[in-house]
């Protein structure tokens, strides 16, 4: 089913008010495209799922949570192509109706033409959330509880020097249990991200890349992370977590 049609247009807002896992897109969605996407209920307020953001950020969590394979751009027209989608639950279709429903908008379109189709499913899901978050330019480091978080993507102008975080084993040495400090660099985060070669596709170069453009790492529900953050670099570390399980 078609949920809407953005002709020649700049901006577009439309609802979701029918079960649906997700969108797909038709070929001329643009590059540089911005979404939001908020739960509207008749009994309380709206609630934020996609905060606006790049809609390139939510194809780079696709890919890093293993949902998409393959991004194809269009390099000369800037667009995307061959369907890409934008999920708003990796497990399952949500039961959206009159009463409770998604409002979508879609901004910086730059005078686009595509249309947007409903993803169903036959296995109901539970809503994939993501939120903004940052370490101020003055925090060298920060622990957070991310017990409910899947994976960090670090969407802005740079990423951490390292992540830190203690793992017990449930192994008793000596009557006690043992607990490991697990360390992740900056290095390793890169080489996570390299480890996603030949995502990408320029159906006008014929060439293949690398689909993610932002650096991003799994973390498995973990109740204290610590984030690590280069304060001379004089600016903040703004990055994004996502709850998709």
Same mark, same amino acid.
């Given at each position: 089913m078609k949920l809407a049609s953005v002709n020649a247009a700049d901006s577009i807002v439309f609802e979701v008010d029918i079960p649906s896992q997700g969108m797909i897109f038709s070929d001329g969605l643009p590059l540089d495209a911005r979404i939001k996407v908020d739960l509207v209920t008749t009994s309380a307020n709206d609630v934020n799922r996609i905060p606006e953001m790049d809609i390139s950020d939510l194809f780079d969590i696709n890919i890093y949570i293993g949902v998409d394979k393959l991004r194809t751009i269009h390099s000369t027209n800037s667009e995307y192509q061959n369907s890409p989608l934008v999920l708003f639950s990796t497990s399952g279709v949500l039961l959206f109706d009159d009463d409770v429903k998604y409002k979508v908008s879609l901004s910086n379109l730059n005078g686009a033409t595509f249309d947007i189709?409903?993803?169903?499913?036959?296995?109901?899901?539970?809503?994939?959330?993501?939120?903004?978050?940052?370490?101020?330019? $003055?925090?060298?480091?920060? $622990?957070?509880?991310?017990?409910?978080?899947? =994976? =960090? =993507?670090?969407?802005?102008?740079?990423?951490?020097?390292?992540?830190?975080?203690?793992?017990?084993?449930?192994?008793?040495?000596?009557?006690?249990?043992?607990?490991?400090?697990?360390?992740?660099?900056?290095?390793?985060?890169?080489?996570?991200?390299?480890?996603?070669?030949?995502?990408?596709?320029?159906?006008? $170069?014929?060439?293949?890349? %690398?689909?993610? $453009?932002?650096?991003?790492?799994?973390?498995?529900?973990?109740?204290?992370?610590? =984030?690590?953050?280069?304060?001379?670099? %004089?600016?903040?570390?703004?990055?994004?977590?996502?709850?998709?399980?």
């Amino acid at each position: 089913m078609k949920l809407a049609s953005v002709n020649a247009a700049d901006s577009i807002v439309f609802e979701v008010d029918i079960p649906s896992q997700g969108m797909i897109f038709s070929d001329g969605l643009p590059l540089d495209a911005r979404i939001k996407v908020d739960l509207v209920t008749t009994s309380a307020n709206d609630v934020n799922r996609i905060p606006e953001m790049d809609i390139s950020d939510l194809f780079d969590i696709n890919i890093y949570i293993g949902v998409d394979k393959l991004r194809t751009i269009h390099s000369t027209n800037s667009e995307y192509q061959n369907s890409p989608l934008v999920l708003f639950s990796t497990s399952g279709v949500l039961l959206f109706d009159d009463d409770v429903k998604y409002k979508v908008s879609l901004s910086n379109l730059n005078g686009a033409t595509f249309d947007i189709f409903n993803l169903d499913s036959s296995k109901l899901g539970v809503p994939m959330v993501v939120k903004k978050a940052e370490l101020k330019l $003055t925090q060298a480091e920060r $622990t957070e509880n991310y017990g409910n978080i899947d =994976l =960090l =993507l670090f969407n802005g102008v740079h990423s951490p020097t390292k992540l830190t975080y203690l793992v017990n084993d449930n192994v008793l040495i000596d009557g006690k249990r043992r607990v490991r400090k697990i360390e992740i660099s900056a290095k390793q985060i890169e080489a996570y991200h390299e480890s996603f070669e030949l995502t990408g596709f320029d159906s006008d $170069t014929g060439e293949y890349s %690398n689909g993610i $453009t932002k650096l991003g790492f799994p973390i498995d529900q973990l109740d204290a992370i610590t =984030l690590h953050h280069d304060t001379a670099l %004089n600016e903040d570390m703004s990055y994004l977590t996502v709850d998709y399980r």
